[in-house]
């Protein structure tokens, strides 16, 4: 059989080659007839005649050479090969993308999954492995979607109105800009995209983010997976959704981190992290006290938010920088209502214009973000912030 092919192959380049020939002594039999001193290049008599016995005969012999060596489509009953091919090792049904090849002697294959998965090519091959019993091999097929998505994303995450979700499983890479543990004790990070993925952003991203994604873990998947630092590049997988009040895009909540993480969860963990949110945020749909202890809605390491009122709460904030970084917090309260801050440093309270009096925007929310000076001194600095009437207090970490 082999052979054959070999052979096969050999005479339908020959017939190229024949054909070619045959067209430049037919465009020169041509010419000839016109002016046969141009493709007569020897001899004493260069005439029409000459030219068109030359170019004549070369016309024949080069038309049954390429007859011949053209392939011919031939049918014969082989008998059954040792070697299974591609095409022959494939059941029907089977993905046409898969480009591995099995022998009788190989039966199980394993080949990797990506952590988001949408070519459904996948599942007929996993499909057809189960269910066909002409197919002589098993194999192993990327991992569904199911595999890498949870069934409802929103699960754990408090006060869903906030989004518009825009899938419900998006995976994103980029570089890591940001880290910060947050009132409401999920893990804000921001993302440097890699290129792929800038459609994932929003005007709000470039305007208020950097041009970075913001990407939520949630306190239900924080046992699960590792958080990346500033700087490692890592890959997220998680509902893709517009954050309504603040006008940016996110991957919020993101269950996996470099493929790492836990699709399914229990009722009463999701549960236990919308408190966990909800009280952290000091919203007033918090349960009572001794809820909110059992939810664990206390972490070391984030920033401690006391508030005299349901009215004003922080919703984020990055206040855990280095001297020359800024730092940033966001509260909501009343629309329209004024809004103060102070900062107090070592050497007293800043006097930046970055923290000047703001009027909260139509949703309740003012935004203060500042420069912490390069000679700001290391330490645990308190931050006051007034509004509505109403009066919260948490703590500027300087490293």
């Known amino acids: 059989m082999y052979t054959i092919q070999i052979r096969e192959g050999v005479n339908g380049h020959m017939s190229h080659v024949f054909l070619a020939l045959f067209l430049i002594s037919f465009t020169a039999f041509i010419i000839g007839l016109i002016k046969p001193a141009v493709v007569v290049r020897w001899g004493a008599h260069r005439s029409r005649k000459m030219s068109s016995l030359i170019y004549g005969v070369a016309l024949i012999v080069f038309f049954i050479s390429f007859g011949v060596s053209s392939p011919h489509e031939t049918t014969s009953s082989l008998p059954n ?3 299974t091919s591609k095409s022959n090792a494939t059941a029907p049904g089977t993905a046409k993308d898969n480009t591995t090849q099995f022998s009788p002697k190989q039966n199980n294959t394993n080949s990797s999954s990506p952590d988001n998965v949408t070519n459904s090519s996948a599942s007929n091959v996993s499909n057809t492995s189960s269910t066909s019993k002409k197919s002589t091999t098993k194999t192993s097929s990327q991992q569904p979607a199911s595999n890498t998505c949870r069934i409802n994303w ?32 999920d893990y804000h990070l921001d993302i440097k995209v890699d290129s792929q993925y800038k459609n994932l952003l929003a005007s709000g991203n470039y305007k208020y983010q950097h041009g970075y994604l913001v990407v939520e873990i949630i306190p239900m998947d924080q ?48 549960k236990k992290s919308v408190i966990t949110g909800i009280c952290g945020n000091g919203d007033k749909d918090c349960p009572t006290s001794s809820s909110n202890t059992n939810s664990g809605s206390s972490s070391s390491g984030s920033s401690k938010t006391s508030t005299s009122s349901s009215a004003l709460a922080i919703t984020s904030s990055n206040l855990f920088v280095s001297p020359g970084q800024y730092a940033s917090v966001t509260v909501k309260t009343k629309p329209g209502a004024q809004g103060q801050i102070e ?11 970055s923290l000047n009096p703001k009027a909260a925007n139509g949703s309740g929310y003012i935004t203060w973000e500042w420069k912490v000076g ?18 919260i207090q948490t703590t500027l970490h300087v490293k």
Do not use: M
Not at 162 to 185: M, P, Y
Not at 229 to 248: I, N, S
Not at 343 to 353: A, Q
């Open 81 to 83: 090969s040792n070697v």
């Open 154 to 185: 929103s699960a754990g995450v408090y006060h869903t109105y906030r989004f518009n979700l825009l899938s419900k499983c998006k995976t994103v890479s980029g570089t890591v800009e940001i880290v910060r543990h947050e009132a409401d004790h």
């Open 223 to 270: 046992p699960y997976v590792t958080i990346p630092q500033k700087g490692q590049h890592a890959t997220f997988t998680g509902a893709w959704v517009d954050d309504k009040d603040h006008g940016w895009n996110e991957i919020h909540p993101a269950w996996l981190v470099n493929g790492k993480g836990k699709i399914s969860y229990t009722s009463t963990a999701a």
């Open 343 to 353: 900062v107090d440093y070592k050497s007293g309270p800043s006097k930046s214009s």
């Open 374 to 391: 390069t000679r700001t001194s290391s330490g645990n600095w308190t931050v006051k912030i007034s509004a509505g009437g109403k009066t």
